[in-house]
């Protein structure tokens, strides 16, 4: 008859003990509470959004940075006439 109850006590002590150590491992909140944003504002498809935008940007200013190093963005101001000397 003691040894069925120390038995029990033991095999109660063990489960609460897994309980506890179960819920300390885990803890009570979700493991992650915003899961889809990866800084302080934004979610990746608009970080991705930012990126290619920024790309595209950068890609037409270096177009235009082109036409003026080949001096093509505006007309020529020579004449299309001789000029006497």
């Known amino acids: ?3 069925r ?3 029990k006590s ?3 002590l063990a489960s ?3 309980i506890a150590l179960l819920a300390g491992v ?3 909140a ?3 509470p915003s899961p889809g944003v990866h ?3 934004q979610m990746s498809h608009e970080i ?3 990126v290619i935008v920024s790309m595209d940007t950068n890609a037409r200013a270096l177009s235009n940075d082109l036409g003026r190093l080949w001096m093509t963005d505006r007309p020529s101001r020579l004449t299309f006439e001789t000029m006497p000397h």
């Open 1 to 3: 008859m003691q040894i």
């Open 5 to 7: 109850r120390s038995v």
């Open 10 to 12: 033991v095999s109660t």
């Open 16 to 18: 609460i003990s897994a």
């Open 26 to 28: 885990t803890g009570c």
């Open 30 to 32: 979700p493991a992650n």
């Open 39 to 41: 800084n302080l504002s």
């Open 48 to 50: 991705n959004n930012d």
